[in-house]
């Protein structure tokens, strides 16, 4: 099994790092020792400084409150009008820039997609259908790389598209990367041209990914991404999203100097990120497909020595298009 461990600092990218987990054993009460994936309910509130996370945290009035005071205050020094035009004309140049500084041994294989999306693994079986994938935001290849380890279907197909073109590079220059079986390409998931990524035909993708990707995009941009995802995807075909969760640890944690908009941040490195609820996500995605699951995974981090509650907020969702329209 797998976790997924955050480590959010303001104005730095998350990075995130993935720890191989086994089941609990009784002898491991009280240490940081691993556990299985999804397992540990606080289930007594004496017991919250017993570990470092929580899973299925409870979200009360008064963890939304603190959020929305801390969240308030950033509206007090937002981003200036003349650096707001700068950040927002030109997104994909912070995003080249920070695949410059940070090569393919920052990130680390998303191997948890096994467990929370397993229809993707179920796709490389041998005797699994033709299929066609299409990870938006590749990056540095960590989704595409594990899914095309394990496959051993003869009519499997891969696409990697990232608005970067130094992600883009990371992943075809990858030992790793193959080109029989997968393609790389820069492509802007929010242009208005309705243009597809290369090789990509109307209709002909079964499943595309999207972890962390919608939210680098401004909200007047989700309209256009949309309509190029419904463009692309087969009737039937299945989008996975998982994003930022409104409250997250990351947007409370943000300060002066760092607001866009509502909700709406830049990082330290000039990257944006949004933070949306379940309904924005039934909002922007109803008008096209179909809402198989839409969800909030929360998790509570503890820091024992400090005494200090962090909650981490995710949004987790799969979209259908529909057989017909």
Same mark, same amino acid.
């Given at each position: 099994?797998?976790?997924?461990?955050?480590?959010?600092?303001?104005?730095?990218?998350?990075?995130?790092?993935?720890?191989?987990?086994? !089941? !609990?054993?009784?002898?491991?009460?009280?240490?940081?020792?691993?556990?299985?994936?999804?397992q *540990?309910?606080?289930?007594?509130?004496?017991?919250?400084?017993?570990?470092?996370?929580?899973?299925?945290?409870?979200?009360?009035?008064?963890?939304? +409150?603190?959020?929305?005071?801390?969240?308030?205050?950033?509206?007090?020094?937002?981003?200036?009008?003349?650096?707001?035009?700068?950040?927002?004309?030109?997104?994909?140049k912070?995003?080249?820039?920070?695949?410059?500084?940070?090569?393919?041994?920052?990130?680390?294989?998303?191997?948890?997609?096994?467990?929370?999306? !397993?229809?993707?693994?179920?796709?490389?079986?041998?005797?699994?259908?033709?299929?066609?994938?299409?990870?938006?935001?590749?990056?540095a290849?960590?989704?595409?790389?594990? +899914?095309? @380890?394990?496959n051993?279907?003869?009519?499997?197909?891969?696409?990697?598209?990232?608005?970067?073109?130094?992600?883009?590079?990371?992943?075809?220059? @990858?030992?790793?990367?193959?080109?029989?079986?997968?393609?790389?390409?820069?492509?802007?998931?929010?242009n208005?041209?309705?243009?597809?990524?290369?090789?990509?035909? !109307?209709?002909?993708?079964?499943?595309?990914?999207?972890?962390?990707?919608?939210?680098?995009?401004?909200?007047?941009?989700?309209?256009?991404?949309?309509?190029?995802?419904?463009?692309?995807?087969?009737?039937?075909?299945?989008?996975?999203?998982?994003?930022?969760? *409104?409250?997250?640890?990351?947007?409370?944690?943000?300060?002066k100097?760092?607001?866009?908009?509502?909700?709406?941040y830049? *990082?330290?490195?000039?990257?944006?990120?949004?933070?949306?609820?379940?309904?924005?996500?039934?909002?922007?995605?109803?008008?096209?497909?179909?809402?198989?699951?839409?969800?909030?995974?929360?998790?509570?981090?503890?820091?024992?020595?400090?005494?200090?509650?962090?909650?981490?907020?995710?949004?987790?969702?799969?979209?259908?298009?529909?057989?017909?329209?």
């Amino acid at each position: 099994m797998f976790e997924e461990i955050s480590a959010p600092v303001e104005g730095v990218t998350e990075k995130v790092v993935l720890k191989e987990t086994k !089941p !609990p054993l009784d002898s491991r009460i009280g240490k940081d020792a691993p556990f299985q994936f999804g397992q *540990r309910v606080l289930a007594d509130d004496n017991d919250v400084w017993n570990h470092n996370a929580w899973d299925h945290a409870e979200w009360g009035e008064e963890q939304k +409150v603190e959020a929305e005071t801390l969240i308030s205050k950033q509206y007090e020094n937002p981003v200036e009008e003349f650096d707001k035009k700068l950040y927002n004309g030109n997104p994909a140049k912070y995003w080249d820039i920070f695949y410059k500084n940070n090569k393919e041994n920052f990130f680390k294989d998303r191997k948890w997609l096994q467990i929370e999306f !397993p229809v993707l693994y179920e796709a490389t079986k041998a005797d699994a259908p033709p299929v066609t994938i299409l990870e938006i935001g590749c990056g540095a290849g960590n989704t595409m790389f594990p +899914v095309m @380890s394990q496959n051993e279907n003869p009519n499997f197909r891969i696409i990697g598209a990232d608005y970067s073109k130094n992600a883009v590079q990371l992943v075809k220059n @990858s030992a790793s990367y193959n080109p029989e079986i997968a393609h790389a390409c820069v492509w802007d998931l929010s242009n208005e041209n309705l243009e597809l990524p290369e090789t990509v035909e !109307p209709e002909s993708v079964d499943i595309i990914i999207m972890v962390f990707v919608f939210s680098a995009l401004a909200p007047e941009q989700w309209v256009h991404a949309v309509n190029n995802l419904q463009k692309i995807l087969k009737p039937g075909g299945q989008i996975l999203f998982r994003d930022y969760g *409104r409250y997250d640890l990351a947007q409370v944690r943000f300060k002066k100097g760092r607001l866009l908009d509502d909700n709406f941040y830049i *990082r330290g490195d000039g990257t944006r990120v949004y933070f949306f609820t379940e309904e924005e996500l039934r909002d922007i995605f109803g008008k096209f497909f179909q809402e198989e699951r839409v969800a909030t995974d929360r998790r509570l981090l503890v820091n024992r020595k400090k005494q200090l509650k962090m909650y981490r907020i995710w949004m987790q969702a799969v979209f259908k298009k529909p057989l017909e329209n």
